[in-house]
């Protein structure tokens, strides 16, 4: 493992090791498992990009019978008139009556999931749960619930492990911090 990268502009320096994320992602896996164990085939439903390496891992560990999705949150602008719209892309199938579980990287914000949770209650599911590797508590402002958060950080901006700076530094094994 490197202990500082340069990425772009910016240098990151080594902030959690890939073991250690491997320790929070046994432990969230772990509660979803005691969760959702009864539960009718429920379904995991990525955000792309950021959470493919996340999904990838969590599922390993999920011992239940299940079935998974990835969608895309795209913003486009329209006339531009009423700021930042974002529709859900890739989601083809119904959900409704069943049990969804978002799985996100990051939820800073809380933007991007309040938007997300919002278009997929509208189509009926039996339940929905939001499951983050990472959540910025401080940063954190709308009151859509963040049931499963893996590792909560500071404010600070990070790379890897799915995460990038202008699409740099998702296939990282360990996260990194930006340090200036
Ligand atoms: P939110 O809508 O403010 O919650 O932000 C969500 C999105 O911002 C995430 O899905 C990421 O794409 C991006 N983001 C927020 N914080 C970070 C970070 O520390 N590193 C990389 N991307 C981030
Ligand atoms: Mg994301």
């Known amino acids: 493992m ?28 772990e509660r979803i498992n005691a969760d959702y164990r009864d539960k009718q085939l429920p379904l995991f439903i990525g955000v792309l990009n950021g959470s493919f390496m996340f999904m990838s891992d969590l599922m390993k560990k999920i011992e239940f019978d299940c079935e998974l999705s990835f969608v895309k949150l795209a913003s486009y602008c329209g006339t531009c008139t009423t700021g930042d719209v974002r529709s859900l892309i890739g989601l083809n199938n119904s959900i409704e009556g069943r049990h969804v579980i978002i799985v996100e990287d990051i939820v800073d914000t809380g ?16 339940s929905i749960s939001v ?44 996260v990194y911090v930006v340090t200036d």
Request: charged share 25%; glycine share 4%; hydrophobic share 40%.
């Open 111 to 126: 933007e991007s999931i309040e938007h997300m949770v919002r278009d997929l209650e509208s189509r009926k599911p039996a």
């Open 131 to 174: 499951c983050t590797l990472f959540f910025k508590p401080a940063s954190y402002s709308k009151t859509v619930p963040v049931e499963y958060r893996a590792m909560e950080i500071g404010n600070e901006f990070i790379v890897g492990y799915g995460l990038d700076y202008d699409q740099l530094g998702r296939n990282l094994k360990d």
């Open 2 to 29: 490197k202990n500082v990268i340069r990425l772009h502009d910016k240098t990151f320096r080594v902030m959690i090791p890939a073991a250690q994320i491997d320790s929070a992602v046994a432990a969230v896996a």
